[in-house]
């Protein structure tokens, strides 16, 4: 099975730069995925890790380490609007796509 | 182009009830799952169609059932509903390679009275 852990709230401040982490113990994996929730709306696709190393797009980037089961989003010049729930979650094996097991996700509330 | 269309978007029900909830999926895309979200249980798998057949299923009681039809849109339905099912029922839709994202519909909000 698959395990995935995030902290559950984060606080930061507007400008600046927060690590959002997830670890993950699973059995069976393909790659690690990063959805952001805004309150009462969809979870909406950010990112994709499938090799281990930093992926870059725009303010936002992703990290994954398949050694240590661990993976980081990175967000630069915090913004109000990126207030909203983190989600890290795991794709499993080809076989058994479209079952990707979430995390409870990270609350993260930007401050003026 | 269109992205995923869930209806009802909110809907209230009692004990004892039954539901059936649609999801249209992007045109292309032939996997759709379903999710549960609660808070406290954060997004839970229900289960998963890709070309009109089951391809997985997660931890939920028989009660939970759904289907998928030739153009791809799916249901699901909930018979003899409990207060526990109260939730936001989310489903994705992908082109069912698990290297590809899911993008999500706004979700149906289920409430039990």
């Known amino acids: 099975g698959q395990n995935i852990d995030q902290p559950t709230e984060m606080t930061a401040t507007e400008g600046a730069i927060v690590q959002i982490n997830c670890t993950y113990q699973?059995?069976?994996?393909?790659?690690l995925f990063w959805y952001q929730q805004h309150a009462g709306e969809a979870p909406t696709f950010l990112s994709y890790?499938?090799?281990?190393g930093l992926e870059e797009k725009g303010r936002f980037s992703s990290f994954l380490s398949r050694s240590k089961g661990y993976s980081y989003l990175l967000l630069k010049e915090l913004q109000m609007k990126d207030s909203a729930s983190y989600l890290c979650?795991?794709?499993?094996?080809?076989?058994?796509?479209?079952?990707?097991?979430f995390g409870d996700g990270t609350t993260l509330t930007v401050k003026p | 182009k269109a992205g995923v269309t869930q209806t009802p978007r909110y809907l209230i029900k009692t004990r004892g009830q039954q539901v059936t909830l649609s999801c249209s999926p992007i045109s292309g895309h032939r996997s759709v799952s379903w999710y549960q979200q609660t808070p406290g249980q954060g997004l839970q798998f229900l289960f998963e169609?890709?070309?009109?057949?089951?391809?997985n299923k997660g931890n939920f009681p028989g009660r939970f059932s759904g289907r998928q039809f030739s153009n791809s849109r799916s249901e699901m339905n909930v018979s003899t509903l409990e207060l526990g099912d109260s939730a936001l029922y989310l489903c994705?839709?992908?082109?069912?390679?698990?290297?590809?994202?899911?993008?999500f519909g706004d979700g149906t909000r289920l409430s039990i009275l």
């Open positions: 890790n499938v090799l281990d």
């Open positions: 979650a795991a794709s499993p094996p080809n076989t058994n796509a479209g079952k990707s097991t």
């Open positions: 699973t059995s069976g994996f393909n790659g």
């Open positions: 994705a839709s992908s082109f069912g390679d698990s290297n590809q994202p899911q993008h």
């Open positions: 169609y890709f070309s009109e057949t089951q391809r």
